[in-house]
């Protein structure tokens, strides 16, 4: 049956590539569904370079099975064959009763979920919530390996992540003696393959092989070089040598102030163990005249294994720079959160992400579904129809309401808005209603009662301080000067008169 495997073959490949088509066609508008998307191609491409490999072996067909078959059946009689082919069908059939029959009409196409059926997708199970379905890095247990480390400055995690692909001073103050360890070992090889980990499952439609063979190429023309950044072969004496006013101590990669401090440290047990391990490094340097006697020593094996970690960590943090700064972002801005406020967020990225798709073939409600915007928060809504960030709502306090009774008992939402209203048409409108002209004074009166009391309270001051210029008795001094009754008796009892 090596024909009828042919022709199944060439049908697969072509049903692999309309769905390919059908994919790349759609456009999708979340994180997730792209992802997805990119990881379905994917797995098909891979699937039509094995089958093109099997339709390659039958072509070539070493063994000549298939010169065999088309032998018999253009040479045989036809009948004879198909009834041989036939019966080896039903013998096979009644061995295998329960055996699948694969359906390639329908085993690429994308098939809608029925109504309440949750939606299964390939990247569900990929990534970590921290990550955001490949929006954001996740290396806090690589943080926790890391300040596990002997002999290193402790970083906050948003340090760390400045800082995670620099293995040199001043960033790392890990010495080169202190990364012979198993401990650094692993650390910067669970480093590397997480990167590694992460980029092959954000870009599954990249060349991705071709990318960290040319990592691994540039690192081995490097070390042959000796031309790799903090592991290079040392030669030279060791002593201490002097740059202004400050010594340095080539054993243990450390500067003094002065010469005295200097030669105090040289009895030193680190100093002592340091000087041990730079001699025979030196001396592995001194006994290789070439590339290929560099490798010769376990040392400089074990030393070219942890460069190359820490090489091809350094080229895949820079070729995720957008990633990386987008995680520091947003670890800046939860931390200014709290856990109630983290948890409506991961809430509401679940209920995204798992929110029902619609049904192929309704249009409407597939148009409607475009239109309508997610905002399980109830945000305020921005110029563009988007709801407003969920730090900009807390900054402005737009989550307190501020009700006033004189405008009928309208709620305002924020301190901003609330303090607003008071010369808007609303509630001034409200204030000539109950009888008050003069609005200016009732700022921030939202009450009907305490605005009518203050109101009174002014037409009774008013009142109280207009005078009767008719009832006021004037008094003349001796000069013709006249003046109040009050005034006048003031100025006699202080003898000014």
């Known amino acids: 049956m090596i024909l009828e495997e042919q022709r199944f ?17 759609e456009d999708p508008r979340q994180v997730r569904e792209r992802l997805n998307r990119d990881h379905q191609i994917s797995g098909f491409l891979d699937r039509i370079q094995d089958q093109s490999k099997r339709l390659l072996d039958i072509y070539n067909d070493a063994e000549g099975v298939r010169s ?27 061995k295998y009763p329960n055996e699948p029959v ?11 979920p029925a109504e309440g059926e949750p939606i299964i997708s390939e990247v569900d199970n990929m990534f970590t919530g921290e990550e955001a379905f490949g929006k954001f890095l996740d290396l806090t247990t690589i943080h926790e390996l890391f300040l596990n480390l002997p002999s290193i400055k402790r970083l906050t ?25 198993d401990q650094y070992f692993n650390y910067v090889g669970q480093l590397a393959g997480y990167l590694e980990s992460f980029m092959r499952r954000t870009r599954p439609l990249e060349n991705l092989e071709k990318l960290f063979e040319s990592f691994d190429s540039d690192f081995e023309k490097a070390w042959n070089d000796n031309e790799v950044v903090g592991w290079k072969l040392e030669v030279g004496p060791t002593l201490g040598t002097t740059g202004g006013d400050t010594v340095w101590c080539a054993d243990c990669e450390k500067e003094f102030k002065n010469d005295n401090v200097y ?55 820079a070729a995720m720079s957008q990633e990386r700064a987008d995680t520091r972002v947003n670890v800046e801005r939860k931390q200014g959160m709290t856990e109630r406020e983290r948890q409506m967020e991961l809430d509401a990225v679940f209920a995204e992400s798992t929110s029902a798709a619609p049904q192929a073939g309704d249009s409407d409600s597939e148009s409607d579904d475009d239109e309508k915007i997610y905002n399980p928060l109830k945000l305020p809504l921005a110029w563009d129809g988007k709801p407003i960030p969920f730090w900009l709502y807390k900054l402005h306090g737009l989550g307190v309401e501020f009700r006033c009774e004189i405008c009928g008992n309208y709620v305002y939402m924020g301190r901003r808005a609330f303090d607003k209203h008071f010369n808007e048409a609303r509630h001034i409108y409200g204030l000539k209603c109950l009888g008050i002209t003069n609005t200016t004074l009732f700022r921030e ?46 100025l006699q009892k202080q003898g000014l008169l």
């Open 102 to 112: 694969e359906n390639l009409e329908k085993a690429y196409k994308k098939r809608a």
């Open 263 to 317: 030669k105090g440290h040289l009895n030193g047990k680190k100093h002592i163990r340091a000087a041990e391990l730079r001699a025979t490094r030196q001396e592995v340097a001194g006994t290789s005249t070439g590339p290929s006697s560099r490798g010769s020593s376990t040392l400089r094996l074990k030393e070219r294994a942890i460069a190359e970690r820490e090489y091809r960590t350094k080229r895949l943090a």
């Open 157 to 181: 995690y948003l340090q760390y992540l400045d800082a995670f692909d620099s293995f040199t001073p001043p960033l790392c103050n890990i010495k080169r003696p202190d990364k012979m360890t």
């Open 68 to 94: 065999k078959e088309i032998q018999s059946i253009s040479t045989g009689e036809p009948l004879k064959e198909f009834y041989k082919q036939l019966s080896d069908i039903k013998t096979f059939h009644q």
């Open 9 to 25: 073959l060439h049908e697969d490949l072509e049903r692999l590539e309309q769905a390919i088509s059908d994919r790349v066609a």
């Open 445 to 490: 009166i939202t009450d009907i009662a305490d605005a009518e009391k203050l109101w009174e309270k002014i037409q009774r001051d008013k009142k109280k301080n207009k005078t009767d210029e008719g009832s006021v008795v004037q008094m003349e001094d001796a000069e013709g000067n006249v003046m109040p009754e009050k005034v006048y008796y003031d």
